[in-house]
């Protein structure tokens, strides 16, 4: 489960404080799936970036009594000097997984070939994202945390990320960005629309799907 208590977020623009998660409460039960909607500049990254604990709220805490992923569809959790095999042995031994196991999952999972074992730094971002996938499949995390996942590679590499998100999601949560209504649908049991600092929570993914696209209008 993962509690956001009294989470408060703001950035200073042009001068003035810019509210940008206004004293959000909410418990994310462990077998939900959060859609966080809004439009662009909501703070939906910024609420992605809060729970993975990469970015420090003003005010309030995120708890957890799980492991919680980096956001998936990022980068950040991968040093660009090292190679595809070094940073996936690095988070094995960092995650406590074992490492040949994990190793060989995100060598066939990615598709890499020789890459795999080239500097992060020559991958083009197609390469990074399938590895840092391959990466975060191959960990069973409490919480995923998703951020347009799915909208990389080709058609195939779609079908079997879908394939293998949807078996990892078995029992688990996950607070999912996606600009695709169809994959909300697809993945969401549950909705947080955000606008000017505040969130509007839903148990009817539908619902929340309309007031997002009322907002986008």
Known sequence: ?????????????QGARKIV??????DI?????????GRNGAGKSTLL?????????DHGRVLT?????????????????LTGAQNVRFLARLYGVDT????????DFAELGAHFHMPLRSYSSGMKSRLTFGASMAIP??????????????????????????????GRSAVFVSHQMKQVREFCNA???????????????????EMHQDLMR
């Open 191 to 209: 909705a947080l629309v955000l606008e000017e600092g505040r969130a509007h929570f839903f148990d009817d993914v539908d619902a929340a799907i």
């Open 1 to 13: 489960m993962i509690r956001l208590d009294h989470l408060t977020k703001s950035f200073r623009v």
């Open 49 to 57: 970036q809060l729970i993975a604990g990469t970015l420090r709220p």
């Open 65 to 81: 009594d799980g492991a919680v992923s980096w956001q998936i569809g990022q980068g950040n959790a991968f040093h660009r000097e």
């Open 141 to 170: 995390f409490d919480t995923y945390l998703i951020d347009e996942v799915t909208a990389v590679g080709d058609a195939r590499f779609k079908r079997k990320s879908l394939a293998v998100f949807k078996d990892r999601l078995k």
């Open 21 to 26: 998660i206004d004293d959000l409460s909410l």
């Open 100 to 107: 040949a196991e994990m190793s060989a999952f995100v060598r």
């Open 29 to 37: 039960p462990t077998g939900m799936s959060l859609a966080l909607l």
